[in-house]
């Protein structure tokens, strides 16, 4: 069973900056690609960003500039840097990741887990 952990959610005034971490814990061999994603009330969920093994990145047009994704692949962990926070940003964030895992028979899957979610509210 694997596990996404996040943290660093709150509330903060706009044009204030936040720093999300989410890390994965648990029973693979590997993680994947991981990333961030976020549903405001009312709204489908939305990738906000995403981050590849290898570190290639791409973002939400609406964050281009503002937010930043990044890994630590030791720590199995994936963090958003959240800068020129603005009302509109308000929502739940969701980490999410693929993780390459050894099942019955030795044969390795793909699997994907998401967060439980942490609150992030931008005040105007």
């Known amino acids: 069973q694997v596990q996404l952990v996040e943290s660093g959610g709150g509330l903060v005034q706009a044009g204030g900056s936040l720093r999300l971490s989410c890390a994965a814990s648990?029973?693979?061999?590997?993680?994947?690609?991981m990333a961030w994603y976020r549903q405001a009330p009312g709204n489908q969920r939305e990738l906000v960003a995403r981050?590849?093994?290898?570190?290639?990145?791409n973002y939400a047009d609406s964050v281009k500039g503002r937010f930043t994704i990044s890994r630590d692949n030791a720590k199995n962990t994936v963090y958003l840097q959240m800068n020129s926070l603005k009302p509109e940003d308000t929502a739940v964030y969701y980490c999410?990741?693929?993780?390459?895992?050894?099942?019955?028979?030795?044969?390795?899957?793909?699997?994907?887990?998401w967060g439980q979610g942490t609150q992030v509210t931008v005040s105007s």
């Open positions: 648990g029973r693979f061999l590997s993680v994947t690609d």
């Open positions: 999410s990741a693929y993780t390459i895992e050894q099942t019955m028979g030795d044969t390795l899957k793909q699997f994907s887990y």
């Open positions: 981050i590849t093994s290898g570190s290639n990145t």
